[in-house]
């Protein structure tokens, strides 16, 4: 019988057990921990994409610079963040004699109103009558009035574009209204309008006195404007419409024969309707309302006012309204009773300025309607 063969071992390849033990034991625990680090480092990947998959809009809340060449102002300044350079109005700003002037936009209150007095004292006394007062306030009505006609159609082209009819839609008039404001085509596209979701309030605000206004304005359809209309909704105080309905309204109060024909007497005595029949005859400012009528009303001196007479009248550039605006200033800032204001005297009474046609032609107006 031969004798087994026991295989060689070399000193150092002989492991002793609790070694053997130990390296079994080291990588029982090494291969689930790398394996759960795999997993891990796995799942990190998928879940983070290495490119964004959405990108936010780069367009909203950023204002755009402005599309036309002139400024558009609705109902106390719908527009008023289309100003040139964009940016939010600080007080100083919000009162501007030329809002395309980019120089005016730099100076405050006194400023603004000092280079108003300057420009209006045209006898360079250092003081403004009456007179001064009502040419200055009727040139910046006519200059606004004038401004307001021809840009009508510029601006209604502009927006009269889906489809091009005509008309202006209210969907194409809130398309360009969020698009003024610096919202991305994709944003209007999808806009909600009835929740205006990721809207500031003050715009739903906006939008909701724009609604308003453009059902006032709208006569032939609600959902759309016509050119005229479109002047009554941004200007209501330039509109032909207007001026007719304010002339029918004359009528309706003063015209009592019904002859379309006023005669001093139905202007001056006016008559409310009391219990019944009766009537009440009120004759308070009677002789002021008699010489009004001489004055502004009956421009031929017949003694009658017909419809042409009373469109003049009403209309916004007529001298009365002027005339109207600068005794009104008169009374609440002349100080010294000297029938004059200095410049003093409106710099007292800085916003009273401010906010008048003297000053801020535009915004008076819309603020009226």
């Not at 009727?138 to 200059?143: F, G, L, N, Q, Y």
Request: charged share 35%.
């Amino acid at each position: 019988m031969k004798p087994r063969k026991i295989p060689f071992v070399r000193p150092e390849m002989r492991v002793p057990k609790r070694l053997r033990h130990l390296e079994i034991l080291r990588w029982s625990y090494t291969v689930p921990v790398l394996c759960y680090v795999a997993f891990f480092l796995m799942i990190w990947t998928l879940a983070v994409p290495l490119k964004p998959t959405l990108k936010a809009p780069k367009n909203v809340g950023v204002r755009r610079p402005v599309e036309d060449t002139f400024e558009v102002r609705i109902r106390n300044s719908n527009f008023n963040s289309d100003r040139k350079g964009g940016g939010s109005l600080d007080e100083k700003n919000e009162y501007l004699v030329n809002v395309n002037d980019e120089e005016n936009s730099k100076k405050d209150k006194a400023e603004i109103l000092a280079d108003v007095f300057v420009k209006a004292d045209v006898d360079k006394n250092g003081k403004l009558d009456s007179k001064e007062l009502a040419q200055w306030i009727r040139m910046k009505i006519v200059e606004h009035i004038s401004a307001a006609v021809s840009n009508n159609y510029g601006l209604f082209t502009l927006i009269d574009v889906n489809p091009r009819n005509g008309v202006i839609s209210w969907k194409e008039y809130h398309a360009y209204f969020l698009k003024k404001r610096g919202f991305s085509d994709k944003y209007v596209q999808n806009h909600d309008e009835r929740r205006h979701k990721g809207l500031q309030r003050s715009i739903k605000e906006q939008i909701m006195k724009d609604k308003a206004s453009w059902m006032e304005a709208a006569r032939s359809n609600p959902d759309s404007l016509t050119l005229d209309e479109f002047l009554a909704f941004t200007h209501p105080e330039s509109s032909a419409a207007n001026q007719l309905a304010l002339v029918d309204e004359l009528y309706d109060k003063f015209d009592r024969d019904g002859d379309e024909l006023l005669t001093e007497n139905e202007f001056a005595i006016l008559q409310t309707d009391g219990n019944g029949d009766e009537s009440t005859v009120v004759r308070q400012g009677e002789d002021e309302r008699r010489a009004e009528f001489r004055r502004s009303v009956d421009l031929n001196g017949d003694g009658k006012a017909d419809r042409r007479e009373l469109l003049h009248y009403v209309a916004p550039q007529s001298p009365r309204h002027s005339e109207h605006e600068a005794e009104a200033l008169l009374a609440l800032a002349d100080n010294n009773r000297d029938g004059m204001l200095s410049l003093d005297e409106i710099l007292a009474h800085p916003d009273l300025f401010l906010k008048s046609k003297m000053v801020d032609t535009a915004r008076s107006f819309h603020d009226e309607f």
